[in-house]
């Protein structure tokens, strides 16, 4: 293979621009309209096919692809974390369904339950909304603020045990995966209560987020749907 040098063909569209809308305008855009239509582009295009190949290229790529991959550990756990108020939380990534925007929530008549906020459409199925918050004793944030800084309130969608619950968090923050070392046990100063629904809690970004048993919060659900 040889190596063809074009100067016009490197330079054209990047001086000119695709559209053709600077000045001077190419006069091949009065025909192509745009730097794809036109066979300077295109030979540019395959001269990266024709270009020398550096030495060591294949024998570097030949090693690496080669290589025994890296074993993930199979002691690793993927967790979403989210923020409530003040406080960050996570769930098994594998419950998670979707992730929605905030919507109203339909009150329910006679309920009075502060932990059932109403009912809400997701995904086309109406569902009852919990308040998580309420669940844990986590105190409203100031939502204001959120969407100054650009983060939004979402409705997450989990599944346990075959059953789907809504909730709304004040924040996602991602997923993490992490080894069953990295857990610490729950800190003798949370709620009786609270702890009760906790696995442990891990140290992501600085924060301390508290690990949710999903078996017990889908119990919890269910009582209080059952209220």
């Known amino acids: 293979m040889s190596q063809v040098e074009n100067p016009v063909a490197v330079t054209c569209w990047?001086?000119?621009g695709v559209w053709g809308t600077?000045?001077?305008?190419?006069?091949k855009l009065r025909e192509v309209i745009h730097c794809r239509n036109c066979s300077i582009y295109w030979d540019a295009g395959r001269e990266v096919f024709d270009r020398i190949i550096p030495d060591g290229y294949l024998d570097q790529w030949t090693k690496t692809l080669a290589g025994v991959p890296e074993e993930r550990s199979k002691d690793t756990q993927s967790i979403i974390y989210f923020r409530l108020g003040g406080e960050w939380f996570s769930l098994s990534s594998s419950h998670f369904v979707e992730v929605s925007q905030i919507k109203s929530a339909h009150k329910i008549p006679h309920r009075s339950s502060g932990f059932i906020t109403g009912l809400v459409n997701v995904g086309g199925s109406i569902r009852p909304c919990f308040s998580l918050s309420d669940l844990l004793c986590v105190a409203n944030s100031d939502e204001?603020?959120?969407?100054?800084?650009?983060?939004?309130?979402?409705?997450?969608?989990?599944?346990?045990n075959?059953?789907?619950?809504v909730f709304p968090v004040d924040e996602v923050g991602g997923v993490y995966r992490y080894a069953s070392s990295e857990l610490k046990q729950v800190p003798s100063t949370v709620e009786k209560d609270k702890a009760?629904?906790?696995?442990?809690?891990?140290e992501i970004d600085g924060n301390n987020v508290a690990c949710i048993d999903a078996q017990k919060l889908s119990q919890a659900f269910e009582?209080?749907?059952?209220?």
């Open 144 to 160: 204001k603020v959120q969407v100054k800084n650009g983060i939004y309130q979402r409705y997450l969608v989990v599944k346990i």
């Open 223 to 227: 009582g209080l749907a059952n209220e």
């Open 162 to 165: 075959e059953e789907d619950f």
């Open 22 to 27: 600077q000045t001077p305008r190419c006069e």
């Open 196 to 202: 009760s629904l906790l696995l442990g809690v891990l």
């Open 14 to 16: 990047s001086t000119i």
